[in-house]
């Protein structure tokens, strides 16, 4: 298991087009992902969980992976979380 606690930096937060990438690209590796803030966990493979997190700007959040490539699906992860996707 890998984790990595991050500050979402992207101006839109996880919403609308910013959460389709994070969930394609979360979708590319095969670890479990996870995303826990504020006492709630969801898959991050999950456009509706994503969605319902209202993840927004200075919102800090906890990756988690589990499997054979979960360091490298948090770091591409935590990456997106940095800036916006147009």
Do not use: P
Not at 4 to 14: A, F, H, P
Not at 22 to 37: C, D, H, L, M, P
Not at 46 to 58: A, H, I, K, N, R
Request: net charge negative; hydrophobic share 45%; with cysteine.
């Amino acid at each position: 298991m890998y984790t990595e606690k991050k500050v979402v930096k992207c101006e839109s937060g996880l919403h609308n087009k910013q959460a389709t990438y994070f969930i394609q690209k979360a979708n590319e590796f095969r670890a479990s992902i996870w995303i826990e803030a504020e006492d709630r966990k969801i898959n991050a493979k999950s456009l509706l969980g994503v969605l319902s997190m209202g993840v927004t700007t200075g919102t800090e959040i906890l990756l988690i992976a589990d499997g054979s490539d979960e360091e490298a699906a948090v770091k591409s992860l935590a990456a997106i979380l940095e800036k916006d996707i147009f």
